[in-house]
T-cell receptor, first 114, second 116 residues
Framework: SQELEQSPQSLIVQEGKNLTINCTSSKTLYGLYWYKQKYGEGLIFLMM?????EEKSHEKITAKLDEKKQQSSLHITASQPSHAGIYLC??????????????FGKGTKLSVIP | DSGVTQTPKHLITATGQRVTLRCSPR?????VYWYQQSLDQGLQFLIQ???????AKGNILERFSAQQFPDLHSELNLSSLELGDSALYFC???????????????FGPGTRLTVT
């Protein structure tokens, strides 16, 4: 089965600093999703990457997909307290019957100190 | 607001009981997914429906079942509840499903189930 490893598990940064979160898959990626979650709340969709080399940005958050390495990175520039939360990556896989499902990493907990 | 709605927001029940969680997908979305999130297991895919038909099954227990109705809302039924079923249950929706196509999945706010 698909396994996703996120690193680091937690991160504490000073406001204004840049940071990167990584997500590595044990299998071929068919779609890589990034979500943000406040503790105990719903997941907020950030970005979905499909093709190797693809890069997407939303405000100060940029995500890249390295298909060969089966890896994605999420980069936040000039972090703000509003960026604090748990970042989850999810990878799509296909079963033999053609069904598609997402497997998620354990998450990276980000704290931003004002 | 993702456009996906879930009710109830919180549910407290006793072991052995049966509960039903409800989800309404975003307007225009035909696919509904159910996930369970617990501290020890993380976020786990349970089951997917597309336009009323079951499409994919993940780590769903036999005590759990789901269905999607003609108006596309979905219900997740959990029976013979155990303490270990206490978790956040999320519903997500996407516009489609299919081989070699990936779609953005939008999550609802979740239902927090506490089994006592």
């Amino acid at each position: 089965s698909q396994e996703l490893e996120q690193s680091p598990q937690s991160l504490i940064v000073q406001e204004g600093k840049n940071l990167t979160i990584n997500c590595t898959s044990s299998k071929t990626l068919y779609g890589l999703y990034w979500y943000k979650q406040k503790y105990g709340e719903g997941l907020i969709f950030l970005m979905m990457l499909q093709k190797g080399g693809e890069e997407k940005s939303h405000e100060k958050i940029t995500a890249k997909l390295d298909e060969k390495k089966q890896q994605s990175s999420l980069h936040i520039t000039a972090s703000q307290p509003s960026h604090a939360g748990i970042y989850l990556c999810g990878a799509g896989t296909y079963s033999g019957a053609g069904s598609y499902q997402l497997t998620f990493g354990k998450g990276t907990k980000l704290s931003v100190i004002p | 607001d993702s456009g996906v709605t879930q009710t109830p927001k919180h549910l407290i029940t006793a072991t052995g009981q049966r509960v039903t969680l409800r989800c309404s997908p975003r307007s225009g979305d035909l696919s509904v997914y159910w996930y369970q999130q617990s501290l020890d297991q993380g976020l786990q895919f349970l089951i997917q429906y597309y336009n009323g038909e079951e499409r994919a099954k993940g780590n769903i227990l036999e005590r759990f079942s789901a269905q999607q109705f003609p108006d596309l809302h979905s219900e997740l039924n959990l029976s013979s509840l155990e303490l270990g079923d206490s978790a956040l249950y999320f519903c997500a929706s996407s516009v489609g499903t299919g081989k070699l196509s990936v779609y953005e999945q939008y999550f609802g706010p979740g239902t927090r189930l506490t089994v006592t």
